[in-house]
């Protein structure tokens, strides 16, 4: 059984950071596409990092670009999302994702049967 278990989420002024993990069990990292998403109220869910499954590519999102760090540990089976330079916007529920095989854009992940987290609260106050 496939389990994503975010954490690391909370509270923050606007120009913070906070770190979020993803411990992955049932599924390894090491040969799989793993990502995080957000959703805020009344928007639309957002792709926000994703890492190949060799680690050596990174996509993001235009809001965050130069601001979140994807990585990962593959011993440890968990994904990071490094976030720095927080502004109110990035307020939302995150997720981690966790996509069989190579990498997809965001919105085909639904598509092609992603593994969901159940989500990690940030909010950044103004």
Do not use: H
């Amino acid at each position: 059984q496939v389990q994503l278990v975010e954490s690391g989420g909370g509270s923050v002024q606007a120009g913070g950071s906070l770190r979020l993990s993803c411990a992955a069990s049932g599924y390894t990292t090491r040969n799989n596409c793993m990502g995080w998403f957000r959703l805020a109220p009344g928007r639309e869910r957002e792709g926000v990092a994703r890492i190949s499954p060799d680690g050596d590519t990174r996509t993001y999102g235009d809001s965050v670009k130069d601001r979140f760090t994807i990585s990962k540990d593959n011993a440890k089976n968990t994904v990071y999302l490094q976030m720095n330079s927080l502004k109110p916007e990035d307020t939302a529920m995150y997720y981690c994702a966790a996509l069989g095989g190579f990498c997809r854009s965001f919105t085909q992940w639904s598509a092609y049967g992603a593994y969901w987290g159940q989500g990690t609260q940030v909010t950044v106050s103004s």
